[in-house]
């Protein structure tokens, strides 16, 4: 998911809407930290600090994408 963002196959809500359940839902406990923050990350991709701007954008999703493909 993180990957489709970063290649623009999927939009910021997208990627918001699909991580939503896995930190709403008490049914998907997520216990790795690196997995857990990804989601975090990927559920407030869609956050605005305007009404006509991201707080997060392309540069953004390529580092978070860096650090989940850098984990031991």
């Known amino acids: 998911m993180l990957q489709a963002l970063v290649d623009g196959?999927?939009?910021?809500?997208?990627a918001n809407d699909w991580a939503r359940p896995w930190l709403v839902d008490?049914?998907?406990p997520v216990?790795?930290?690196l997995v857990r923050r990804t989601l975090d990350r990927l559920f407030g991709?869609?956050?605005m600090t305007s009404p006509s701007s991201h707080l997060h954008g392309p540069?953004?999703?390529r580092a978070?994408?860096?650090e989940f493909d850098a984990r031991e």
């Open 59 to 61: 540069a953004d999703f």
């Open 45 to 47: 991709a869609d956050l």
């Open 9 to 14: 196959a999927i939009t910021r809500a997208q």
């Open 31 to 33: 216990e790795d930290d």
């Open 64 to 66: 978070w994408l860096d």
């Open 26 to 28: 008490d049914g998907f």
